[in-house]
């Protein structure tokens, strides 16, 4: 707790940082503590927003230029380290096909889409400059926003802190279990999750086994747009199909023989 009240501005910039740069730790209880602080005058709120502002902007520039120049490895990357389900990369590329470099700004609010918004803005060519005028705008907001929830508390949050100083380090070993409790349910979720996929997945040797022996398989080919910009290669045979499009269009899928789905 002492260390928060010396060094919060430090302290929002590298939690900030963490989070945007895809450590599954939530930056929110650091926002919130930075409007807490400042309401009760031990910290300058306008010099810790700059702060997480900045650490975000930073940790975003690094994803969009990984975006840019290493395409859709990053979003695989993206999903083997979240902590999130993996259809978070599919309806990030969903609402930035739908909104575009704008998706940013709302994106920021949604745990896990402000991670593989950045890289996406660079796979599908956005400027540098625009980029960064749209995720400094988003960072603003985000931090802004939950930080000014403990600020505007003011009085009642200098009555919590006076009653309740002395659990000062109750409350950080509380908040401290309830990350790791987080991190685990989320892993353990994850587990299960990859684990269900194993088990109906098929390997690209045995696929292209049933391939060459005329074994009469039906790919479908789920991809978004941004998923064939980023490897711009199809299986021979394979019917398109935009994953939004399945349920209109589900009749175009033959019933009569195995069907293999590629989405990623």
């Known amino acids: 707790m002492n260390f928060?009240?010396?060094?919060?501005?430090?302290?929002?910039?590298?939690?900030?940082?963490?989070?945007?740069?895809?450590?599954?730790?939530?930056?929110?209880?650091?926002?919130?503590?930075?409007?807490?602080?400042?309401?009760?005058?031990?910290?300058?709120?306008?010099?810790?927003?700059?702060?997480?502002?900045?650490?975000?902007l930073i940790a975003d520039t690094i994803w969009y230029a990984l975006g840019r120049t290493r395409g859709g490895d990053v979003l695989r990357l993206l999903c083997k380290i979240s902590l999130e389900p993996d259809s978070c990369v599919r309806r990030t590329e969903n609402v930035f096909l739908r909104y575009g470099v704008r998706s940013l700004v709302v994106a920021k609010f949604i745990p896990g889409l402000s991670t593989v918004a950045p890289p996406l803005a660079g796979m599908v060519g956005v400027s540098l400059p625009r980029f960064a005028l749209y995720s400094a705008l988003a960072a603003l907001l985000w931090a802004g926003t939950w930080g000014m929830l403990d600020y505007l508390a003011g009085d009642a949050i200098q009555r919590v802190t006076d009653v309740s100083g002395r659990l000062g380090t109750a409350l950080v070993v509380l908040a401290g279990t309830a990350i790791v409790v987080y991190i685990a349910v989320k892993w353990i979720q994850r587990r299960r999750f990859l684990k269900t996929l194993r088990i109906a997945r098929i390997g690209q040797d045995e696929l292209k086994r049933d391939l060459d022996t005329g074994n009469p398989v039906l790919i479908v080919d789920l991809r978004t747009e941004l998923d064939v910009a980023a490897a711009p290669f199809v299986i021979p045979g394979a019917l398109r199909i935009a994953a939004e499009e399945l349920e209109r269009r589900h009749h175009d899928i033959p019933r009569d023989r195995d069907v293999i789905v590629y989405c990623s």
């Open 4 to 56: 928060v009240l010396r060094h919060g501005v430090a302290f929002v910039f590298l939690y900030v940082f963490a989070d945007q740069i895809g450590i599954p730790v939530p930056a929110v209880p650091a926002l919130l503590s930075m409007g807490a602080l400042a309401a009760i005058g031990t910290l300058n709120f306008g010099l810790a927003l700059a702060a997480g502002v900045a650490a975000s």
